[in-house]
């Protein structure tokens, strides 16, 4: 069938050879081969023969039947799960071909299922409520809490219990505005369970970008906290979420209910703002309510969750998803990506803000009754340190996070590293941008010591779990690559006309098919959905990364292609910054581009142009990305504010962002053709002013 399964089948007759060679430090093994592609990094005999898929052949056997059959692939895996009526004989159902009409994906239709009863009651019933589910790692080393799965099921049915009181039905959306506290994963569980659909807004966005997600989705409740400490600073939550609420009221969305959570380490309750009739403090009702609650059968087709991520224009999308067809796929990706035993202690340092942390540190591993520590501090507080120390607190054994971390903390030096055992450690993760060979080395070599494989996760919003992702014990890894799909996903490559490419290539990178975790639209504009994801290559899913392919049909993601830079891990959508910036009273024009940063993969750069009489200064500078962190949030500050008395346009009035790229990049030699702009001369006075600022 696929191309890369010719490669993989080329692969399995390999190892006998290089599993003996495997005892030998891989990276010395890589070091002689030619080019980095060609270097190769094999799990340890160890490690593959506990393996839940253990050679390139196991892998392709499951890989072909995912695909020659998928509704007998996933029907097995969903089965696992208690469905309280089965879903009808027909598995799945769609059309992603906009040519045949409106897109439709379903899963396991007809189907009733609940995702907190498979996460949490099922796990207890199975004998392990006695089990940790959560370990809580505060900011302050020192300050942290566990819960069993019986104790976590109690917290969410009370939880669950108080919103049903307060009229929160199966169907309505409540935002949730928590830092990495218990709560978090408490109310998205205790939503699920009453078929309420949550929608996770990170802590770390500004009062307009909550307003703007809460005028979308109206919700009926607003969940959040007084304060969270982060580092040695306290951030008043529950002040921005007032600001957000007041909002969204002038634009005729009237929430009824904050229900405020006393964080008290951050900030007494006497120190918060309150508003009487719409504020309620969580500790005041929530532990009144029975400990026990119903569950509500959701249809598999049924909203489980609202998560707003960035595109190309300045609105953000509502991304959906469902219920029984993200369980079963967040629960299968978790498994087999991290090879999960029921002895690991899994650690994810994504915030449940994003989909890592929806997929990966709630859902995911809970569904497979797994030990998840939380940690709701930064990973350099009080040192560098931090991780290392957590890990070795919990014995943590499968450690997942993002490049951006790993950079930064390589830049701080090994004895942060070396000074802690991390002997637990035999799995790690990456995830949120592409893994540059170097920073997978040090992962590698120093944070795991040459012994634990890394799987390289490639995956989005959208697709609620895993797409390409090496399972670890199965082949060797090449470090930066993400290596092969995950079972029942076909990639392809296409070119520019959406033509598949074969081999080795290089393109932009498509999904044939449906996948059970898949999202189904965006919330209240099915159209856009359409238009961004399956009109550009007609009759696929396109995920906006490029991507190529190399002679051994490896996958290596590059980075997005469309208007959306990649902030040490976070998507941010360039029309989102320049309308930030163009909320400033004195600025006239701006236009936004990623340029390449060591710590945070992709940095933001920005040209912007003033008012007419204004003058630049530094001052203004700094109101200018003081502007972006108040609509936006902190992590979306421009690294750089780039003064254009000009920009280079078309005749037609289009900025030419690729030349705007190069002048930010420092490619100055490559500015290619500027001879169709409407005034060329443009381009040598932003060069001038690029050193000058
Ligand atoms: C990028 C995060 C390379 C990619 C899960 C994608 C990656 C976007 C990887 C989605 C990876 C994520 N290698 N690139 N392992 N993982 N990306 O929606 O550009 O926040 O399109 O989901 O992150 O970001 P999102």
């Not at 409520?129 to 069993?148: M, S």
């Amino acid at each position: 069938s696929s191309d890369h399964l010719r490669h993989v089948e080329s692969m399995a007759q390999l190892p006998s050879g290089a599993r003996r060679i495997s005892h030998l430090n891989a990276v010395i093994l890589g070091a002689s081969l030619a080019s980095e592609e060609n270097d190769l990094v094999f799990p340890s005999h160890d490690f593959s023969r506990q393996a839940l898929v253990s050679s390139p052949e196991q892998y392709r056997k499951m890989y072909e039947s995912s695909i020659e059959d998928p509704a007998g692939f996933w029907s097995e895996i969903a089965s696992q799960f208690y469905w309280n009526n089965k879903w009808d004989p027909e598995v799945y159902s769609e059309n992603i071909d906009v040519r045949k009409g409106t897109v439709k994906l379903e899963w396991f239709k007809g189907g009733r299922t609940n995702i907190t009863y498979n996460a949490l009651d099922r796990n207890i019933e199975a004998g392990n409520g006695g089990k940790v589910a959560i370990y809580w790692e505060g900011n302050e080393p020192g300050d942290d809490g566990q819960l069993t799965y019986a104790q976590l099921l109690e917290k969410v049915c009370q939880l669950a219990n108080y919103l049903k009181h307060v009229g929160v039905r199966k169907g309505d959306a409540v935002v949730i505005y928590l830092p990495m506290l218990m709560e978090l994963p408490i109310a998205m569980l205790a939503c699920a369970r009453i078929g309420a659909v949550h929608s996770v807004v990170f802590a770390g966005f500004s009062a307009e970008s909550l307003a703007q997600r809460i005028i979308d989705c109206k919700p009926k409740v607003v969940i959040t906290c007084n304060a969270v400490r982060r580092g040695s600073k306290a951030i008043h939550l529950k002040e921005i979420v007032d600001g957000a609420l007041i909002e969204s009221v002038k634009n005729g969305v009237s929430v009824g209910l904050c229900l405020t959570l006393e964080n008290k380490s951050a900030m007494k309750r006497e120190d918060s703002k309150w508003q009487e009739g719409r504020d309620v403090w969580w500790q005041d009702v929530v532990p009144q309510f029975p400990i026990k609650c119903s569950v509500e059968w959701i249809d598999a087709e049924d909203p489980l969750f609202l998560l707003y991520t960035s595109g190309s224009t300045g609105k953000p999308k509502g991304v959906l998803h469902t219920t029984g067809g993200y369980m079963v796929y967040s629960a299968a990706t978790f498994k087999y990506a991290f090879d999960y035993k029921p002895s690991d202690i899994y650690w994810c340092t994504a915030d449940c803000g994003w989909i890592t942390g929806h997929s990966y540190v709630t859902y995911g591993p809970l569904l497979n009754g797994a030990t998840v520590v939380v940690f709701e501090g930064a990973p350099n507080y009080p040192d560098s340190g931090r991780c290392w120390d957590i890990v070795d607190k919990y014995k943590v054994t499968i450690f997942y996070t993002a490049p951006t971390l790993v950079r930064s903390l390589m830049r701080e030096g090994d004895e942060y590293v070396t000074r802690y055992h991390r002997k637990s450690l035999r799995v790690l993760g990456s995830v949120g941008e592409p893994i540059n060979p170097s920073a997978w080395r040090w992962f590698y070599n120093v944070v795991g010591d040459s012994r634990c494989p890394i799987s390289d996760t490639w995956w989005q919003t959208e697709t609620g779990g895993f797409m390409i992702t090496p399972l670890p014990g199965a082949w060797p890894q090449k470090p930066g690559s993400a290596t092969f799909p995950f079972f029942g996903i076909q990639p392809v490559i296409v070119d520019e006309k959406g033509n598949e490419i074969e081999g080795e290539c290089s393109g932009y990178l498509c999904i044939k098919k449906s996948w059970p975790g898949a999202f189904r639209t965006l919330y209240g504009d099915h159209e856009r959905y359409e238009t961004t994801y399956f009109k550009p290559f007609a009759g696929y899913y396109f995920s906006g990364d490029g991507c190529s392919r190399d002679k051994d049909g490896y996958f290596w993601l590059t980075g997005r292609v469309d208007d959306v830079i990649n902030v040490s891990g976070h998507r941010i959508g360039t029309a989102e910054v320049e309308s930030a910036l163009v909320s400033h009273p004195h600025c006239a024009e701006a236009a936004v581009v990623g340029v390449e940063h060591e710590i945070k993969g992709q940095g933001i750069y920005a040209f912007v142009t003033l008012v007419e009489g204004i003058p630049y200064s530094e001052e203004l500078r700094k109101s200018l990305v003081l502007a972006v962190r108040n609509q936006i949030g902190a992590f979306a500050a421009p690294d750089k504010i780039h003064w254009a008395p000009g920009l280079p346009k078309t005749r037609s009035g289009k900025i030419m962002r690729r030349i705007l790229r190069k002048i930010a990049s420092g490619q100055l030699e490559e500015l290619g053709d500027t001879s169709t702009l409407a005034d060329p001369g443009v381009v040598d006075q932003l060069i001038a002013l690029r050193d000058c600022q």
